[in-house]
């Protein structure tokens, strides 16, 4: 099929002091097998040298176009301007301490037409690499059941509020479910779980069960950071349960949502995040799913 008859992928590299790991994540831009790309490169205020491998990058490329923020605004903020700037069908939000593999966005599209019009994102398996590069294990590990976390695709809201399993790196979004959502929620401190909650309200997801991408991990980067003393993104997960309890329409949807405001619970009493535990026992309340063990927990919070 000749370039201009595919579909437009839109890649937003987001960058926030990610210089040591750059020209690695950029030149995996560079060798994807798919010919029909938009690229943005966008800095969030970097305090590194980001901005300028960046900026050397844009100069060899001038078809890619380069934001460069005058403040730290997060990655929210920051992927919604370059997302209103940009026109693919698809997009992909990338991290640039990830890397894409050869042939990520051309199997991700291939996938998307195999799905159907009704998919709103695809994601797949990934490896999961240090900081040196050298692979550490994959995200769904393989056992005699069958992938563990357990992928699931089509109507998947359930899934999505009661586990984690999407690799966040690995999505590519369609533009029609970004547009729908108005791109993400800026009130909050990052953006995938919201985006699985309200996505997958209206649009199936399908997973693709090859590795596409590698997951950087190192001691910046956002999943590091969680369910630890002081966890900086434990509001942000309380909004999207309560916007997530307002969505449920049956008495399944409630269950799964109890699944995923317990674990949070006992993670926020385990860290001593103690005014957010007592906002996620009122949450289970409402939900109506108290076990034995939330109400000790409670009861233990409301003291603190």
């Not at 798919?34 to 490169?41: Q, T």
Request: aromatic share 10%.
């Amino acid at each position: 099929m000749p370039t201009a008859e595919l579909p437009l992928v839109t890649i937003i590299a987001l960058c926030y002091n990610h210089a040591r790991f750059l020209p690695q994540a950029l030149d995996s831009i560079l060798s994807q097998s798919y010919p029909h790309l938009e690229v943005l490169l966008v800095d969030d205020a970097s305090t590194d040298e980001s901005a300028v491998i960046l900026q050397q990058y844009a100069a060899a490329h001038p078809t890619w176009r380069l934001l460069l923020l005058a403040e730290n605004v997060g990655n929210c903020r920051a992927f919604n301007q370059a997302f209103r700037q940009s026109a693919g069908e698809f997009v992909i939000d990338f991290a640039t301490d990830d890397v894409l593999l050869p042939h990520r966005v051309e199997h991700q599209v291939a996938a998307f037409r195999q799905a159907g019009p009704q998919c709103g994102m695809v994601y797949s398996d990934a490896e999961l690499i240090n900081e040196q590069g050298q692979l550490v294990r994959r995200h769904f590990r393989r056992t005699a059941q069958g992938l563990e976390p357990r992928p699931a695709s089509g109507w998947v809201f359930a899934d999505v509020l009661a586990r984690y399993f999407i690799s966040t790196p690995t999505m590519t979004m369609r533009r029609a479910t970004l547009e729908q959502l108005g791109g993400y929620d800026e009130t909050l401190a990052y953006e995938d779980f919201d985006f699985w909650v309200r996505a997958s309200r209206h649009w199936q997801f399908y997973f693709q069960d090859e590795v596409t991408t590698q997951k950087r991990l190192h001691p910046q980067s956002m999943s590091r950071k969680g369910y630890r003393p002081h966890d900086p993104y434990l509001n942000s997960t309380i909004k999207v349960c309560r916007k997530a309890l307002a969505m449920c329409r049956d008495e399944a949807e409630r269950a799964a949502l109890a699944v995923r405001v317990r674990w949070e619970l006992r993670q926020a009493v385990r860290w001593r995040n103690h005014p957010e535990a007592r906002e996620l026992y009122r949450l289970l309340q409402k939900l109506g799913h108290l076990q034995p063990l939330d109400k000790l927990l409670g009861l233990w919070v409301r003291m603190r």
